[in-house]
Nanobody, 125 residues
């Protein structure tokens, strides 16, 4: 699979950005899709996840600010990011995992086997 992220950029604190991830699959019906981020000098961390059965998860740090959605027919997942903070600055990645991991916690990075190239999000004054 190939994944391509778009929609990153620079924004002031309190602003919004919408990230998109297009997957080279006929449909996303059998995939879980996750968003991860990595700040300089930090580990890559899970941000949000949408499962094939409708499951949705968020990291505590983004709950109430970020919204994930998926369009299986268009093979696209979006991440709406509102009320952005400087600590949200990072390279954001989307990734897929198969249904065999359906009972594995969503934030386990090693269960994701296809990754996008990443896109920069910068929140600063």
């Amino acid at each position: 699979l190939q994944l391509v992220e778009s929609g990153g950029g620079s924004v002031q604190p309190g602003g919004s950005l919408k990230l998109s991830c297009v997957v080279s699959a006929a449909s996303l019906d059998d995939y879980g899709i996750g968003w991860f981020r990595q700040a300089p000098g930090e580990e890559r961390e899970a941000v949000s996840f949408t499962g094939p059965g409708g499951q949705i998860n968020y990291a505590d740090s983004v709950k109430g600010r970020f919204t994930i959605s998926r369009d299986n027919a268009k093979s696209m997942v979006t991440l709406q990011m509102n009320s952005l903070k400087p600590e949200d600055t990072a390279v954001y990645y989307c990734a897929t995992r198969g249904v065999q991991h359906i009972y594995v916690p969503w934030h386990i990075r090693g269960t994701f086997d296809s990754w996008g190239q990443g896109i920069q999000v910068t929140v600063s004054t």
